[in-house]
């Protein structure tokens, strides 16, 4: 029998002692063992609550405790879950989380220390919830260099920006809405302005380029810009407005960013909605491929946190390698990529003004809104920002695919 160890009984805490205990039998017949949940850590009682009798208020009685097997971090945040994972490493015991910070920050460290202990740090659900990403990065892809990964990594901002465009809202009606439903916190500066996002992409490229990136080197723009006016000049456009996490190989160099993106209506990434995430990688022999599913939510990401226990369990003794070295990959500046963008100025803006820094521009109008608004040529980032902060009356600018 193994003996789990979960650290946080709020909601995926709670949702991975579900699925263990639901699927008990399933389990044990799938991997030929027992799986147990003997200790649950929180400050918090739980009075009447089945597990009551697991819960303890302490680490070091876990720490302590050498029946535990596996240890589950759902505490979220770094400190004090970093102290506590590296801890159980060190002793011996593996590891699977779900927190995407932690994995961001000391990702590299922690694998280390598991593949000198012979036992394994997992993390699958620390990016795109319930959908499968990681596993299929660090195995499935192995024989392939991976160039690009892109996505839908946040679902909360995928659902504002889906209620914006379905029912013609704002983004503080959006929020408030996300807010009631339970997928964005009181707080959500995270979620919107693009941090969430951020620390995912620097995961899955950390995992692509098997070298540590940081996530603080990363361009990083939410949608708390986006109104209701850009998504009605993206209907007229025939495009949808999506928060995007991009990284990339070119020439040599890698790229990484968060922001705002138009994308045709026949995007595959346009057609996905609510609180669905979608990730594509792109391999040099296998081309495209496109992961999708729920990207939050309890019973998702504790599904996918299971499955890493269970991967723990049934590699008892045996590393699951994972390339990501401790070695900083150094993020070439955005300002030197390419592409087009879609601008919005005051009408008192001249054609000429207009003509003179962009050069020959493709006209978008929105009847009844007395602006101009148009699509540039390609050009650097760094070009576009100098062009900008030479020209008055941007009201908002958005990236184009």
Aim: charged content about 25%; overall charge negative; proline content about 3%.
């Amino acid at each position: 029998m193994a003996n789990v160890a979960v650290l946080g009984y709020g909601t995926i805490g709670a949702g991975v002692v579900k699925v263990l205990q639901t699927n008990e039998a399933v389990i044990t017949k799938r991997i030929g063992e027992k799986v147990e949940v003997k200790r649950i850590l929180d400050l918090r009682d739980f009075p009447g609550d089945p597990n009551e009798d697991k819960v303890v208020h302490d680490y070091a009685v876990i720490e302590n405790d050498p029946d535990i097997d596996v240890v589950v971090e759902c505490m979220g945040g770094v400190n004090p879950a970093y102290k506590f994972v590296k801890a159980a490493l060190l002793q011996g015991r593996s590891v699977a989380t779900s927190n995407k910070e932690l994995v961001a920050s000391h990702g590299a460290e922690l694998i280390a220390i598991a593949a000198e202990k012979e036992i394994n740090f997992l993390f699958e659900a620390s990016v795109g919830g319930g959908i499968p990403i990681i596993r299929p990065m660090i195995s499935g892809l192995s024989a392939d260099e991976i160039e690009s990964v892109r996505g839908i990594l946040n679902g909360t901002t995928n659902y504002m920006l889906t209620r914006m465009e379905e029912a013609g809202i704002s983004f503080d009606e959006a929020l408030r809405e996300a807010q009631e439903k339970g997928y964005a916190e009181l707080h959500p500066e995270a979620d919107v302005d693009g941090y969430d996002a951020c620390r995912k992409i620097a995961i899955l490229t950390s995992i692509a380029c098997e070298a540590q990136v940081d996530y603080e080197d990363i361009y990083t723009e939410g949608i708390s810009r986006i109104t209701t006016e850009d998504i009605s000049y993206a209907r007229i456009m025939k495009k949808k407005i999506k928060l995007l996490g991009s990284s990339w190989k070119e020439d040599g160099h890698v790229f990484a960013m968060v922001a705002p993106f138009l994308l045709d209506e026949d995007h595959p990434l346009s057609g996905v909605n609510d609180v669905f995430n979608a990730i594509f990688v792109h391999g040099n022999m296998v081309s495209d491929l496109m992961f999708y599913g729920k990207g939050a939510g309890s019973l998702p990401t504790a599904s996918a946190v299971a499955n890493d226990v269970l991967d723990c369990v049934k590699n008892k003794g045996r590393n699951i390698k994972i390339c990501w070295d401790p070695e900083k990959v150094e993020l070439t500046d955005c300002s030197d990529s390419v592409r087009r963008f879609f601008v919005r100025m005051t009408a008192d803006t001249s054609d000429e003004a207009i003509g003179a820094s962009f050069g020959q521009v493709e006209k978008v109008e929105l009847p009844g809104l007395d602006e101009k608004a148009f699509i540039t040529p390609a050009m650097k980032e760094a070009d576009y920002t100098r062009t900008a902060e030479q020209l008055e009356g941007i009201i908002n600018r958005i990236r184009l695919d």
